[in-house]
């Protein structure tokens, strides 16, 4: 398992909110949970800390053309930024 930093802004941080249940569902074949996390200095500005258990399945489901009205009702804005752990 892979803990990641997924980070984008939206249209409406109340309307993406309401999508909490959506996401955990999508989401379920590719990860086993996720924090929220919303920046202090830009209130539609995301943070989700993913414990992702299938990384190819998550990019998937985030590229999956079928996904995009439900980011577009979520107020998803584009770019979605991935970031990595870095071993040291």
Known sequence: ????VARHKVGDFDTWLKGHE????????AISSFKTYRDAND???IALVI???DMEKL?????D???????KKHTVL???T????VDI
């Open 1 to 4: 398992m892979t803990t990641i």
């Open 22 to 29: 959506d996401r955990k569902r999508v989401f379920a074949p």
């Open 43 to 45: 209130p539609n500005s």
């Open 51 to 53: 414990e992702v258990t």
């Open 59 to 63: 990019q998937s489901i985030i590229d």
């Open 65 to 71: 053309p079928a996904n995009a009205e439900l980011q």
């Open 78 to 80: 584009r770019p979605i």
């Open 82 to 85: 991935i970031s990595l752990p």
